[in-house]
């Protein structure tokens, strides 16, 4: 008699266990899969039933692993991440190269996606997937090839490329300051932002307290300034969208604003640009480097830059990919 084959879970079954063993959270993983905390929580419950044992102790406001879910986890994830892999060089083997790149939200559709088809022309043999996110990811575990993020210069991981820095300036409309004109309302100097209406960035967690009016305005040497009116968003890029349909007035990141100047889309105000001690940076998951395609594409980056004269030189501690 023939033995029958060890049964194995479903597989959406070990991509829930692993995500909520390694965030020690049902909640963040139902945020990485995208599902419900209900659902995951089910999904753990099916894979505890179908293997026999507890592989969580749910405590009160916390979640932890017992003996055997640790164990099941040390094989668990090296087993997902191994088949992610496989499955992407599967791909690449018939669709050619695939080249997947992480940034944020507002690099990629204030700045990258609009470039994006000069790179198609230069490699047209190159599949490139775009994932847009400010959460904090593991390119490894996620099959991530590149990464473009912002962080002080002093802090940019080992070995990564330094692309360009960043600087702010206060940004309207030509619509809009033409209005001011013709309503008397001054911009000729940063006091003069209390008579205007001022787009800012919902910050909660405080991770970007240096693209708040509160920083710009204490730098500029202005306090307590008190506009006539303000308007919130929760996307950088929203904020940008505002400015140019002439709804107030933004702290433009010249990396991300420098084209809508520019094209006469937006305008400079005060004559002032703020530079800060941080910068764009492109960094490499493990053994990504080395592949022709991903130095290719840190290259034509790195160009892309080069073709704005006002983004400035290097740090001298940029490297080359």
């Known amino acids: 008699m023939l033995n029958r084959p060890r049964a194995l879970p479903p597989l959406d079954l070990l991509r829930g266990f692993e995500a909520a063993a390694r965030h020690l959270s049902f909640t963040r993983a139902a945020a990485e899969l995208y599902l419900t905390q209900s659902a995951v929580s089910r999904q753990i419950q099916a894979l505890e039933d179908f293997v026999g044992v507890a592989l969580f102790e749910r405590r009160h406001k916390a979640l932890g692993l017992t003996e055997a879910g640790q164990a099941y986890y040390r ?11 496989a499955t992407r060089r599967l791909r690449e083997s018939r669709t050619g190269h695939v080249l ?23 490699h047209p043999d190159v599949d490139v997937r775009i994932s847009a996110s400010h959460e904090v990811v593991d ?5 991530i090839d590149l990464a473009i993020r912002d962080c002080p210069l002093d802090r940019a991981p ?10 702010i300036a206060a940004v309207c409309s030509p ?27 919902h910050d909660p967690t405080g991770r970007l307290p240096w693209l708040s ?9 202005v306090e307590e300034l008190s506009p006539a009116g303000s308007l919130t968003f929760d996307q950088y890029d929203q904020v940008l969208q505002a400015a140019l349909h002439g709804q107030g007035i933004a702290l433009g990141r010249m990396t ?22 941080r910068g764009f940076h492109a960094v490499f998951a493990a053994g990504a480097r080395e592949r022709p395609e991903v130095r290719a594409f840190v290259e ?19 490297e080359k990919p």
């Open 139 to 143: 390119m490894e575990r996620d099959g």
């Open 100 to 122: 997947t790149v992480t940034t944020t939200i507002s690099f990629a559709s204030l700045w990258l996606v609009a470039r994006l088809a000069r790179w198609r022309k230069a």
């Open 75 to 85: 094989v668990v994830a090296p087993m997902l991440h191994g088949l992610r892999e």
């Open 158 to 167: 080992p070995g990564s490329v330094y692309l360009v820095g960043e600087h």
């Open 213 to 221: 009016w509160a920083a710009w305005l204490e730098a500029a040497g």
């Open 175 to 201: 619509g809009y300051a033409r209005q001011a004109r013709a309503e008397r309302r001054p911009l000729a100097r940063p006091e003069d932002l209390r008579h205007h209406v001022l787009l800012n960035l």
């Open 300 to 318: 034509w980056l790195r160009e892309e830059i080069r073709r704005e004269p006002e983004a400035g030189p290097a740090p001298r501690r940029g």
């Open 256 to 277: 991300l604003a420098r084209q809508h100047i520019r094209g006469k889309r937006l305008v400079a105000l005060f004559g002032r640009q703020q530079q800060l001690a």
